[in-house]
């Protein structure tokens, strides 16, 4: 029996808000910690001004933000905005995944991805960069947990497999394929980019792994990001995750310049691609289950 067939939709989804909350508060130190190799563990959340240890009570999560009136209780400092804002957007798209899947036994694992894709969006903004962590890491938990969770519920676990590797393959592999015929053409063409391959360093060679690996205007880290992503929702939902997150970006990037007035400005493109999964994630696709 599926322990969650207890709940009702609407009770589902306020129990699915809590726990998102609850891991909306984690993944602000994920989000804060992970880029700079710090231990998620240890030491206890400190405000970054006093050094004064959070305590239980003041890290309650969007309560203790409205209690302390946003500002630190050791030294009045105020408290960034984002922290509650990360604990309220987790706990919205993880209410409004229990709503969409119900008591499916792949409602759990959905909200995983979720909030690994969060972390990645904010992570990304603020560095530029896209954790191996979550990346590869996610990437390898869901070739196993997916397949085992679907074969749990009923599917065939080699069908599930194959949904599997396929939709992690098709994504890393499409978003590596453009990067790397862009490079090759770039080159044929001449052109010049400002950060590719290097002031004073010359192209890469076929021998050197930077040349399948290294491509001007796109990081690797967004095609680990999507091989990921595709071996959570499948061949068909990664296609759709493509096609979303260029929408997105083409949309972000425009308003990113028109809000530094600036064309030429380069911004990362993980949040495009992880609001494009979310998208295909809420929204009903026939392929997102094998059958």
């Not at 710090?38 to 933000?65: D, F, G, M, T, W």
């Not at 493509?242 to 380069?266: F, N, Y």
């Not at 691609?273 to 696709?285: D, K, N, Q, R, T």
Request: proline share 8%; hydrophobic share 55%; with cysteine.
């Amino acid at each position: 029996m599926n322990p969650f067939e207890i709940f009702s939709p609407g009770a589902l989804a306020a129990v699915a808000f809590v726990f998102g909350l609850i891991i909306g508060s984690f993944l602000n130190v994920v989000i804060h910690r992970l880029p700079l190799g710090e231990s998620l563990v240890k030491p206890r959340s400190r405000c970054p001004h006093c050094q004064h240890a959070i305590s239980a009570l003041e890290n309650i999560p969007v309560i203790s933000y409205l209690w302390l009136r946003g500002r630190c209780r050791g030294c009045a400092a105020p408290i960034s905005l984002r922290y509650p804002a990360i604990e309220l957007l987790t706990a919205c798209v993880f209410a409004a995944i229990a709503l969409r899947y119900g008591a499916d036994p792949m409602t759990p694992l959905w909200c995983v991805f979720a909030a690994a894709l969060i972390a990645v969006s904010v992570i990304d903004i603020d560095h530029r960069i896209i954790p191996d962590e979550i990346s590869l890491g996610g990437l390898v938990v869901a070739v196993v947990a997916v397949p085992a969770v679907q074969a749990y519920a009923g599917e065939s676990f080699g069908v599930a497999v194959m949904w599997s590797l396929s939709g992690a393959c098709l994504g890393g592999g499409l978003l590596w394929l453009v990067g790397f015929v862009h490079a090759r053409v770039a080159v044929a063409m001449g052109r010049e980019f400002e950060h590719w391959p290097g002031e004073g360093e010359s192209l890469p060679t076929p021998s050197s792994l930077d040349y399948w690996v290294w491509f001007p205007g796109l990081g690797f880290g967004d095609v680990k990001l999507l091989a990921m992503i595709g071996a959570v929702i499948g061949p068909i939902g990664v296609l759709e995750t493509i096609l979303a997150s260029s929408l997105v970006g083409l949309l972000g990037g425009l308003i990113w310049a028109a809000t530094i007035r600036s064309w030429s400005t380069p911004f990362g493109f993980g949040p495009a691609i992880a609001v494009g999964a979310l998208l295909v994630l809420l929204v009903p696709h026939p392929g997102m289950i094998p059958s």
